[in-house]
């Protein structure tokens, strides 16, 4: 079985500990690093290359928001997904901006953590309810994007579609009968017309569109 591994970032050792004991229930997650600081999260990273990163947001010398920057900029096969107690909106909006692939919140059960973790590594972003409300309150607040639906082509659009509902770049592929290396290229030209870069703020801006 090819485990998934986990890199734990949180200043609390007690909630690291915790955390550790409930992921590891799992026969298919593997905590492989942790750390207590958002650069010693980096640090691991480089180290450990772990598939996901469980990044706290308020941590000593560096906060998760600029450990997830620096993580996403170097190390973009990894994803970070955030666990955190804060749910105010500069947080939220500063973690996804930054590339983190998810947001949730502490109070959130470990099969429910463990799934999350599941679904990161397919390709999908953790949104729940509470959070995706805050981030189109802050949308809606935006003035609208100069882009428009009759930018993309229809093939992009269908693209664009499977991409909001959190499939990957391989079952995009399946569902549209063509290769990962065809859906990438399509990918980075829809990113291009956009103006983005990430999949998560693709998400936000094609809500915004209307998609």
């Known amino acids: 079985m090819n485990q998934i591994t986990v890199l734990l970032a949180d200043d609390q050792t007690i909630i690291r500990d915790g955390l550790r004991a409930l992921l590891e229930i799992n026969p298919d997650i593997k905590v492989v690093a942790e750390a207590k600081t958002g650069m010693e999260a980096y640090e691991q990273t480089e180290i450990h290359h772990p598939q996901v990163v469980l990044m706290d947001l308020r941590m000593p010398q560096m906060g998760g928001v600029e450990a997830?920057?620096?993580?996403?900029?170097?190390?973009?096969?990894?994803?970070?997904?955030?666990?955190?107690?804060?749910?105010?909106?500069?947080?939220?909006?500063?973690?996804?901006?930054?590339?983190?692939?998810?947001?949730?919140?502490?109070?959130?059960?470990?099969?429910?953590l463990a799934e999350a973790i599941r679904d990161t590594v397919r390709g999908s972003?953790?949104?729940?309810?509470?959070?995706?409300?805050?981030?189109?309150?802050?949308?809606?607040?935006?003035?609208?994007?100069?882009?428009?639906?009759?930018?993309?082509?229809?093939?992009?659009?269908?693209?664009?579609?499977?991409?909001?509902?959190?499939?990957?770049?391989?079952?995009i592929a399946q569902t549209l009968f063509l290769t990962v290396g065809t859906v990438k290229n399509y990918i980075s030209q829809i990113y291009s017309k956009a103006g983005i870069t990430d999949r998560a703020n693709a998400i936000l801006h094609f809500k915004q569109l209307g998609f």
């Open 68 to 112: 997830t920057r620096l993580i996403k900029q170097d190390f973009p096969e990894t994803s970070v997904l955030v666990l955190t107690t804060f749910d105010d909106d500069e947080s939220i909006l500063g973690a996804i901006t930054h590339g983190a692939s998810g947001y949730l919140l502490k109070d959130i059960s470990g099969v429910k």
């Open 125 to 171: 972003i953790i949104l729940p309810g509470n959070i995706a409300a805050k981030i189109t309150r802050h949308i809606s607040k935006q003035s609208k994007p100069e882009a428009t639906l009759t930018d993309f082509t229809q093939r992009e659009q269908d693209i664009i579609h499977l991409l909001m509902q959190g499939k990957s770049n391989q079952e």
